[in-house]
């Protein structure tokens, strides 16, 4: 769950390291995998900044879409998925993602969600988990 002033790491190649929510969009309390916030951006990588056309400023509105949450997301299968850290992917105007790479493993309910093509065929790894006795196998597929 991402409500505001809550930290999120950029899940992307965009120049952003560290964002902080500002806002949910459809004026929910609460942000969960695959829904659009608003965020600013707080920490840059200069290196990556440097060789944009737009480079990313600290301190500058844009939207993201969250990808990953700390806080569980349930499945239908009973399945709860949870990740180390709040991550989201910085979109542009246009509602395209501003990165060409994405980074770390995403979760399959991104699929379920109505997205653009070009998003989810940049993402090379969702987590599929399979429960077995005691412990849990974690399968990256694309």
Known sequence: MIIKETVVKSADNSGCVKMRCIG??????????????????????????????????????????????????????GQRVSFKENGAILLSKTMLPMGTRFIGPFSAELKTKNFDQRLLSLINKFVLLKCYVNYFVFFYTK
């Open 24 to 77: 949910i969009e459809k004026k929910k309390k609460v942000a969960t995998i695959g829904d659009v916030i608003t965020i600013v951006v707080t920490e840059i990588d200069k290196k990556i900044n440097v060789e944009k056309k737009e480079p990313i400023k600290t301190g500058k509105v844009y939207k993201a879409l969250v990808v990953r949450t700390k806080n569980y997301c349930r499945r239908a299968s």
